[in-house]
Structure formats: C-alpha cells, structure tokens
C-alpha cells in the first residue's frame, strides 16, 4: 500500500485560499489515479476531486467545480488540491486517498480507493 502525508491545511476566512499536498511513497505514484475526499464533523465522507494517473482527466464534486483544481507531479510525487474562494461549508478534514497500482481512472466513490492519508484540517471562517 501507499503511503500518504497530507500538508496545508490550516484556518482560513471565506473567499480566501489554500493550497493542500500529498506526498506519497512506498509504491509507483504514477501508476494509480488520486482522489481528494473531505469530512465534516457528523457527516459521512465527501468526495472532492479526482485525477487520473496521467493527469489527463479530472473529475469535480458539483459543489466545488470552478473554485478547486486537482493536480498532480509524477516525477515528485505529490498530488495537489488549490481551493480558492473558500467558503464555510468547506469546512473539513480533507483527505488524500489512491486507487490500486495500475488503476488509473478517477473514481469519485471511497470504496475504489485502497490508500488513504490520515488527513488535514481545514476550517474556514465566515
């Protein structure tokens, strides 16, 4: 399995900006697609965002498209989600997760993703 260590996560007032990493070892990170999912305090697992292994193909959560863009660096590594004009419902642990080597489509469901991080919190203020 990979190993996954989400950054960049911090407090931030609405219609403001972060940008959150995840570095990933112990397995050919240009092999799997990645996903970013998010959890709010009482409520069940979101997904977010997703790419595929090549980076070719992007797939969005309808409450984010056009604010957050997925990406992804092969040769460092990292998968990346800039989120911009945040908003308070944002509010979240956000969570990086990899599907299985050689499974490059970018599932938007948790159960298709077989690595996960151990998340990082993001709290946006009104």
């Known amino acids: 399995q990979a190993q996954l260590v989400e950054f960049g996560g911090g407090l931030v007032q609405a219609g403001g900006s972060l940008r959150l990493s995840c570095a990933a070892s112990g397995r050919p990170f240009s092999s799997s697609a990645m996903g970013w999912f998010r959890q709010a305090p009482g409520k069940e697992r979101m997904f977010v965002a997703a790419i595929s292994s090549s980076g070719g193909t992007t797939n969005y959560a309808d409450s984010v498209k056009g604010r957050f863009t997925i990406s992804r660096d092969n040769a460092k590594n990292t998968l990346y989600l800039q989120m911009n004009s945040l908003k308070p419902e944002d509010t979240a642990v956000y969570s990086c997760?990899?599907?299985?080597?050689?499974?490059?489509?970018?599932?938007?469901?948790?159960?298709?993703?077989?690595?996960w991080g151990q998340g990082t919190q993001v709290t946006v203020s009104s």
């Open positions: 997760a990899a599907r299985s080597v050689g499974v490059g489509d970018p599932a938007t469901v948790h159960y298709a993703y077989r690595s």
